[in-house]
């Protein structure tokens, strides 16, 4: 957690208002909650140091193993990418990578209010297109049906 706090300390609040670190923490709550791998989690409390943070590849691979940096990578978000090339780098990264997605995506979907009205709705679509794949690669894992009904309740919110 501290690798995490110090890489996102000059990293500008989310729309909510909290720190981006909250977030991070939150995404491995959401995973040890499913009772997922001390690998999963740490990749989830890290998926967005290298889009975000001031962590590098070579600083995750050395501080996490090969494991946590793999998933990490899975999840980054490169400029210029489309919502299909990351979900391909998601499906790539296989089914830990899904799964920190969902936990991901579940806690953005919980400050949709934040968003502005156009892209609430881009966002909810976006989310659509996490959940389909989710649903493809986990089918009956209990994240996917939680992450469907946050999708479910954000969609009443519009």
Same mark, same amino acid.
């Given at each position: 957690?501290?690798?995490?706090?110090?890489?996102?300390?000059?990293?500008?609040?989310?729309? &909510? *208002?909290?720190?981006?670190?909250?977030?991070?923490?939150?995404?491995?709550?959401? +995973?040890?909650?499913?009772?997922?791998?001390?690998?999963?989690?740490?990749?989830? @409390?890290?998926?967005?140091? #290298?889009?975000?943070?001031?962590?590098? &590849?070579?600083? +995750? #691979?050395?501080?996490? /193993?090969?494991?946590?940096?793999? #998933?990490?990578?899975?999840?980054?978000?490169?400029? /210029? &990418?489309?919502?299909?090339? @990351?979900?391909?780098?998601?499906?790539? *990264? *296989? !089914?830990?990578?899904?799964? !920190?997605? +969902?936990?991901?995506?579940?806690?953005? !979907? %919980?400050?949709? =209010?934040?968003? =502005?009205?156009?892209?609430?709705?881009?966002? +909810?679509?976006?989310?659509?297109? !996490? $959940?389909?794949?989710? %649903?493809?690669?986990?089918? @009956?894992?209990? @994240?996917?049906?939680?992450?469907? $009904? =946050?999708?479910?309740?954000?969609?009443?919110?519009?």
């Amino acid at each position: 957690m501290d690798f995490t706090a110090l890489h996102m300390k000059d990293c500008k609040p989310r729309l &909510d *208002g909290t720190p981006a670190v909250f977030h991070a923490f939150r995404v491995g709550i959401i +995973l040890a909650s499913f009772r997922f791998s001390p690998t999963t989690i740490a990749a989830g @409390i890290l998926h967005d140091l #290298l889009e975000d943070g001031t962590a590098t &590849d070579d600083q +995750l #691979l050395h501080a996490f /193993g090969p494991g946590v940096a793999t #998933l990490v990578r899975a999840l980054t978000h490169d400029p /210029g &990418d489309s919502d299909e090339q @990351i979900l391909e780098r998601v499906k790539a *990264g *296989g !089914i830990y990578a899904m799964a !920190i997605k +969902l936990a991901d995506n579940t806690d953005n !979907i %919980r400050t949709i =209010e934040c968003f =502005e009205l156009e892209k609430r709705k881009w966002y +909810l679509e976006y989310a659509q297109k !996490i $959940q389909k794949q989710g %649903r493809e690669m986990l089918n @009956i894992h209990p @994240i996917v049906d939680w992450h469907e $009904q =946050e999708l479910f309740r954000a969609s009443k919110k519009l």
